[in-house]
């Protein structure tokens, strides 16, 4: 899905499309902000899948978007994929994580500290990554509900595709 990404009073002026036709299908969406090319050559139409941000947590099923990362690169027939997987904060779901057995893919992983937005939008920044590949839930309060998800604000922020995966 294609989408704007209204920030601030801009946010209350528009009213979004994208955001809630993707909360209520309940499906994994791929959502392509309107000032970014996406992942896909238009010349050529090959894909131009290189470097993918995955975050993960604990209450997240980190498992399911290594997984749908897998199968997105497999079914696009990337080579030399690397993929960035990252945790903001500390525990040991990086520890419990399976990862795919290719040797033409790379699996980096990082554990960070700070806010989970902005360290997901600074590193799909710092690594110029071609799409995000995240998990999300349902808004779980009242400040979720005003502000949107972890997923919905990253998804303003970034500079590349978001695949979104319901949990």
Request: hydrophobic letters at 40%.
């Amino acid at each position: 899905m294609s989408t704007n990404q209204y920030e601030g009073l801009a946010r209350w002026q528009h009213s979004p499309i994208a955001e809630p036709v993707a909360r209520g299908s309940h499906t994994a969406t791929l959502f392509v902000p309107g000032h970014v090319e996406g992942f896909v050559v238009k010349e050529s139409g090959h894909p131009k899948l290189r470097r993918v941000l995955v975050p993960v947590s604990a209450d997240s099923q980190p498992q399911l978007a290594i997984d749908a990362t897998a199968q997105l690169a497999t079914a696009l027939g990337c080579d030399n994929l690397t993929v960035v997987v990252v945790h903001v904060g500390e525990d040991e779901t990086l520890q419990s994580i399976h990862y795919p057995s290719r040797t033409d893919w790379l699996w980096h992983t990082m554990t960070c500290r700070g806010n989970v937005v902005d360290v997901i939008l600074g590193m799909g920044a710092d690594f110029d990554v071609d799409l995000i590949v995240m998990t999300t839930a349902k808004q779980q309060s009242l400040l979720d509900m005003l502000r949107g998800s972890v997923t919905e604000r990253v998804l303003r922020g970034a500079r590349c595709p978001l695949l979104a995966l319901p949990v």
